[in-house]
């Protein structure tokens, strides 16, 4: 069983940065790749990037490429999301998730966490 806790969210203006960070419980936080997936009013659930469980390897959905950075550190049982030039488009709520596979699918995900509220004005 892994439990995961998003923080970090907040009310920014568009330009700023935010750091969301997920803290996970558990023995096996190594074993699993990590995602971070999106929810915006009235819209599905939205895969945003994944990273391995080495740390090694990191995808992104095309609309934050070259804005969001995903990372780990094992040692803290924590995964990262680092997001800079925030746009209004990015608010919603954001979800960490350990997923079964590599994969940008939400069923995929075998724990979530209870999510973090990141809202930007324009």
């Known amino acids: 069983q892994v439990q995961l806790v998003e923080s970090g969210g907040g009310l920014v203006q568009a330009g700023d940065s935010l750091r969301l960070s997920c803290a996970a419980s558990?023995?096996?936080?190594?074993?699993?790749?990590m995602g971070w997936f999106r929810q915006a009013p009235g819209k599905e659930r939205e895969f945003v990037a994944r990273?391995?469980?080495?740390?090694?390897?990191?995808y992104y959905t095309d609309s934050v490429k070259g804005r969001f950075t995903i990372s780990r550190d094992n040692a803290k049982n924590t995964v990262y999301l680092q997001m800079n030039s925030l746009k209004p488009e990015d608010t919603a709520v954001y979800y960490c998730a350990a997923l079964l596979f590599s994969s940008r699918n939400p069923s995929d995900a075998k724990y979530w966490g209870q999510g973090t509220q990141v809202t930007v004005s324009s």
């Open positions: 558990g023995r096996t936080f190594s074993l699993y790749t």
């Open positions: 990273i391995s469980g080495s740390g090694d390897y990191t």
